[in-house]
Structure formats: C-alpha cells, structure tokens
Nanobody, 125 residues
Framework: QVQLVESGGGLVQAGDSLRLSCAAS????????MGWFRQAPGKEREIVAA????????YYAGSVEGRFTISRDNAKNTVYLQMNSLKPEDTAVYYC??????????????????WGQGTQVTVSS
C-alpha cells in the first residue's frame, strides 16, 4: 500500500513556472509506475505525464510536451512535475497517481490504484 501527498500548487501568471511534488509512503517506491493527472472544472481527468519506476522512461501529453518535465527521486520517495511556460489552460487540480508495475495504458486513470488528494494550480492571463 502507498499513500501519496501532493504539494506545490498555487496561483501564478501566464509564463511563470511551478514545481509540484508528490511524496509517497512505503519502502518499495521504485516498484511503482507514477503519473501526474489533472482535472479542470467540467472536464474529465487527463494524463499530464508519467514515469517508470526507475525513471528511465517518461511520457507526456502533447499539450505539455516541451514545457513540463516529470522526474523522480527514489531515495526520497518523491516524484516531481516541473511546469514551465504555464498557460491559463493549464489551470486544474493536479493529482499524483501510482500503480505497482507497468500499466497497459499509462493514460488510463483506471490503471492507477493509488491517488493523492490533489493540488490546485491556477494560471491567470
């Protein structure tokens, strides 16, 4: 079992940067495939980025590729999402998610069985 706690959200202006963190409990963090999702009001939860247990493989939604970077520090049981050049359309609640082992489809919310409580990111124009 793993518990996830996100932090780092806030209110910023367009063009600014934020770094989200997701701290995980447990001693087998490196066995977990991790994802960052986001959900805007009235919209479905969508994948933002994902990373393999070793950190050697990363995946991005097209809308954030080149602006966001996912990384992890397994010694600290933490996954990060560095968000640069933020846009108003990035406004959403951002969630950290985990699953043991490789997912069939990393974009599918149902592939993940551990979720954090979410952190709000608001980007003003």
């Amino acid at each position: 079992q793993v518990q996830l706690v996100e932090s780092g959200g806030g209110l910023v202006q367009a063009g600014d940067s934020l770094r989200l963190s997701c701290a995980a409990s447990g001693r087998t963090f490196s066995n977990y495939f991790m994802g960052w999702f986001r959900q805007a009001p009235g919209k479905e939860r969508e994948i933002v980025a994902a990373i393999s247990g070793s950190g050697g493989s990363t995946y991005y939604a097209g809308s954030v590729e080149g602006r966001f970077t996912i990384s992890r520090d397994n010694a600290k049981n933490t996954v990060y999402l560095q968000m640069n050049s933020l846009k108003p359309e990035d406004t959403a609640v951002y969630y950290c998610a985990a699953r043991l082992g490789w997912p069939g489809d990393y974009r599918n919310v149902h592939e993940y069985n551990h979720w954090g409580q979410g952190t709000q990111v608001t980007v003003s124009s």
